[in-house]
């Protein structure tokens, strides 16, 4: 089993920028991608980012290439997202999850986190 909990999120202004941070337990993750979902009031979770165990490959939505970093520490069995320039749309819960597959899927995901509200408004 693995357990996630996300921490870093809250409240920014637009163009501002949050760091959250995923930490797990309960096995070594080594051999797991890893990545971001969101999920936004009346609104299906869709991906954000991903990044592949070794941590030297990472993948992006669309909508947030170019702004967002995906990042993770084996060694402390830590994530990382650093987000810039945030926009009201990026506004949500966001999620971290652990699997294998395809990283862009959220069906390859196994284990989830809590969530973290992130709110980005004037």
């Known amino acids: 089993q693995v357990q996630l909990v996300e921490s870093g999120g809250g409240l920014v202004q637009p163009g501002g920028s949050l760091r959250l941070s995923c930490a797990a337990s309960?096995?070594?993750?080594?051999?797991?991608?890893m990545g971001w979902f969101r999920q936004a009031p009346g609104k299906e979770r869709e991906f954000v980012a991903a990044?592949?165990?070794?941590?030297?490959?990472?993948y992006y939505a669309d909508s947030v290439k170019g702004r967002f970093t995906i990042s993770r520490d084996n060694a402390k069995n830590t994530m990382y997202l650093q987000m810039n320039s945030l926009k009201p749309e990026d506004a949500a819960v966001y999620y971290c999850?652990?699997?294998?597959?395809?990283?862009?899927?959220?069906?390859?995901?196994?284990?989830w986190g809590q969530g973290i509200q992130v709110t980005v408004s004037s």
């Open positions: 990044i592949v165990p070794s941590g030297t490959s990472a």
């Open positions: 309960g096995r070594t993750l080594g051999f797991y991608i």
């Open positions: 999850a652990v699997g294998r597959g395809s990283p862009g899927a959220g069906s390859s995901y196994e284990y």
